[in-house]
Every structure is written in structure tokens, then in C-alpha cells.
């Protein structure tokens, strides 16, 4: 494992977290060259203009806590901010929703809107025998409602890669039907690469890392976004 994976994962373990927070998790995914959008996390009240000077809008929001698992059931994701204003209006107004008020905050993540697409998921787990899986499925109601989903065994090589996008009865959507615009599917590939594959993060880490989830990464003509991530952490079994 290379220095800077393992410094996140230290970190996390040594403030007592049983996960990465979204923005190690994202710093995390470009170790790996998963692209991430570009973000800084600010506190409230932070001087803006300052912070977001290397950020372009629009903007996104997200509030970032250990306690908040699904940041838009509580408010906490705002999409499509013009500048520093609205995004100081944004982090003001979900500081006072109930459920953001008594949370435990680690602040709010501002960072760039990815590219319009398709939404996809990739997901990593462990199997007591075989060790770190990784998962391909297509986002929202299909993955939730169809189970429109794909598992590999880790480390996979481009082929299988190329069979789990295959297996997705959804593959149509990726394919651009109904006036929808046809998506990378080597984006695709390469992002499954990257973490299922020989170099990948759960072939690497997997001693570390119990569950995977990159929901959405967002795949559009040319490139593949990762804009969540949550990385749960193995409890270390003490001999
Ligand atoms: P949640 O914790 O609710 O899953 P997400 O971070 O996944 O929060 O954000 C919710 C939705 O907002 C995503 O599924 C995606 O559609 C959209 N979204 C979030 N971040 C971005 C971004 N940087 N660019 C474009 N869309 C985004
Ligand atoms: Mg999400």
C-alpha cells in the first residue's frame, strides 16, 4: 500500500472513525485515478471567496457527517450553485434542518458539478473466501427496485471489465436509446480497472476496507466521475 492511501486510512482509524469521510474517500479514488471533482471543505462562516478559489461553478453542496448517511433524505445535497453567495445561503440553510442541527459535522463539502450522464454505481464488498469483490450496477431505481447488478471477483482484467458492463440489463441506457446520448463505456472500463483490477484500490487495500460505494459516478460521452463515495473500514481482529 502505497504511503498516502495508508496515511488516510491511519488517520481515520487513529480519530476512532469506522469510515472515511467523503472527502478522504474522494482523495482515495484519485489516488487511485478515479476522477473526482475538484472540492474543498469548508466550516461555516468560512471566508468563501478565499476558499473557493481554485473551485469553479457551478457549484455542489453536501454536508459532511459521520451521523449522515443519506445526505439528500435530510436536505443535505444542493446542486447548481452560481457563486460564493448562494453556496454560503446553501450551507446556512442546511445548517438549521433538525436533522443537520444535532449531527456531528466535519463541515461541508463544495466542489465542482460534474458533467451531465448516465449515473452508474460501483461497489466493492468482501467474501469470506474469496476476499474483495467489486460490483458494477446502473444508478437510481434500477440498482434499488431491478438489482440490475454485476459482481467479479478482484482482481479482474479488462475482459471481465467488458462482461460485467454486458450483464447489465440496463446496458441500452449506456447505449443511447430515446435521444439519450451514448455514454464512455471505456470510461466504464477503465474506472472498474482502477478498482477491481490488478493495481486497483480493493486488490490493494482490501485487508483494509469492508465495504466500497461509488453511487453515483457519473458517465457522460467522454469521462466517468466519481461524485460520492463512502468506504467503510474493516474492524481490525486483534489476536
Ligand atoms: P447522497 O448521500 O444522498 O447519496 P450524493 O453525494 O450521492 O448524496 O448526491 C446526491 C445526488 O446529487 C447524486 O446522486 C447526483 O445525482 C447529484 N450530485 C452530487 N454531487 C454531484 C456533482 N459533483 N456533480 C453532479 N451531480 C452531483
Ligand atoms: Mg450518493
Known amino acids: 500500500m502505497s504511503e498516502h492511501a495508508s496515511a488516510l486510512i491511519q488517520a ?13 474517500g474522494k482523495r482515495l479514488l484519485a489516488h487511485y485515478g478515479i476522477e473526482v471533482p475538484r472540492s474543498v471543505v469548508v466550516q ?23 451521523d449522515i448517511l ?33 449531527a456531528r459535522l466535519d463541515g461541508f463539502l463544495v466542489e465542482e458539478l460534474a458533467p451531465a450522464g448516465q449515473e452508474l454505481v460501483i461497489g466493492g464488498m468482501r467474501d ?3 476476499g474483495p469483490l467489486v460490483m458494477l450496477g446502473l444508478g437510481g431505481i434500477l440498482i434499488e427496485v431491478l438489482q440490475d447488478v454485476s459482481f467479479r471477483i478482484c482482481p479482474i482484467e479488462r475482459i471481465d471489465a467488458l462482461e460485467m458492463l454486458d450483464e447489465l440489463k440496463g446496458k441500452p441506457l449506456l447505449e443511447g436509446v430515446r435521444g439519450r446520448a451514448a455514454v464512455s463505456k471505456e470510461a466504464v472500463v477503465d474506472a472498474l480497472m482502477k478498482i477491481g483490477g490488478p493495481d486497483g484500490l480493493l486488490t490493494a487495500l482490501g485487508e483494509e476496507i469492508a465495504e466500497a460505494d461509488i453511487n453515483p459516478l457519473i458517465v457522460s460521452a467522454e469521462r466517468a466521475v466519481a461524485v460520492d463515495a463512502r468506504f467503510i473500514l474493516r474492524q481490525k481482529v486483534s489476536v
Open 44 to 66: 461555516p462562516g468560512a471566508d468563501l471567496r478565499t476558499a473557493l478559489h481554485d473551485v469553479q461553478p457551478p457549484y455542489v453542496v453536501k454536508v459532511m457527517s459521520p
Open 12 to 24: 481515520a482509524r487513529a480519530a476512532g472513525r469506522t469510515s472515511l469521510d467523503e472527502a478522504s
Open 70 to 102: 443519506h445526505k439528500s433524505d435530510v436536505g443535505g445535497v444542493r446542486v447548481r450553485l452560481g457563486d460564493a453567495a448562494e453556496v454560503e445561503g446553501a450551507i446556512r440553510e442546511m445548517s438549521r434542518r433538525p436533522e443537520i442541527a444535532r
Open 128 to 130: 469470506p473466501q474469496f
